[in-house]
């Protein structure tokens, strides 16, 4: 049996001059009876939805990436990473997929490029779980502040300086302490030569400017929507899960998790895994489900 935090081997694709790791998980026996599309934020990648991934591909074929300029998908060839144009790859990745409406499972600035893939490139869901997501103001600590005004110099640091700056960073989005091993797993695409100069190439490109207007548009969502949150979120306070909830439209429960931080994948996976499971389940399928594999 795989291992909890495990995807299995990337597909390999080319969206908008950007190379992409795609992964699929499906079930063994059957065919799956719709499409859930996960979605990563930073400085995360497609890995910390894997529990939560191998639990959905019991029924469904659960399809995910690593966004250009995060994960397996940092290269030597530097590929613009602010939010409109992860969005518009997202709705192109879609297509590229063959799946008509899926469910959309998206995290932290995932939830900015689901929303933005949605709302200005058109992308039809079949609904949208929200967690954590970075969308409201006000979003971007003093120290993405920092990163934005001295870029070169934070790519230039000493390797072992840098190392211990993510890992710091990363430990500093969960509740509770994450296991060492686990941080240094998180921390280890961003350590490289290629993905020091990415770690802040993608926190100077994030922008608030670029998440106002889908927060002016949330009225117009047109799928199921479920807000949920760690309730101990260190990044993002859980009171923007009521706010979020309150300008979607329709009756919009916003869930929270008791004891999570900002990382529910990690910290509470068992119960995230059901949650979404359940709300998968009561919400259908409409599209078709597409093409066997992501590549």
Known sequence: MPHRHDLPAPHWIVL???????YVLEPRDRRPVGDVVLCHGTPWSAAVWAQVAHHLAADHRVLL???????????????????????????ALLAHWGTEAPHVIAHDIG????????????????????????TLDPWGSPFFRLVAQHEEAFAALPGNLHAALVREYIAGAAHGTLAADLVAALARP??????????????????????????????????????????ADPWIPSTQAAELAARLPGDVDAVLFPGAGHLVPLE?????????AAWVGAHGSPGSVGPHTAG
Not at 111 to 123: C, D, Q, S, T
Not at 268 to 276: F, T
């Open 111 to 134: 939830g900015a490029v689901a929303l933005g893939a949605h709302l200005v490139e058109g992308a039809r869901m079949a609904s949208l779980y929200l967690l954590d997501i970075v």
């Open 268 to 276: 509470a996976g068992d119960h995230l895994a059901a949650d979404i």
């Open 16 to 22: 908008d001059d950007a190379r992409i790791a795609t």
């Open 190 to 231: 961003w350590c490289t030569e290629d993905g020091q100069p990415a770690f802040y190439r993608q926190i100077a490109q994030l922008s608030p400017e670029h998440t106002r207007p889908i927060a002016e548009a949330l009225g117009t969502v047109s799928c199921p929507v479920r807000v949920a949150w760690g309730e």
């Open 65 to 91: 990436y690593d966004m250009p300029g995060y994960g397996a998908s940092i290269g030597p060839d530097p590929a613009d990473v602010d939010l409109p144009t992860q969005s518009r790859r997202l709705a």
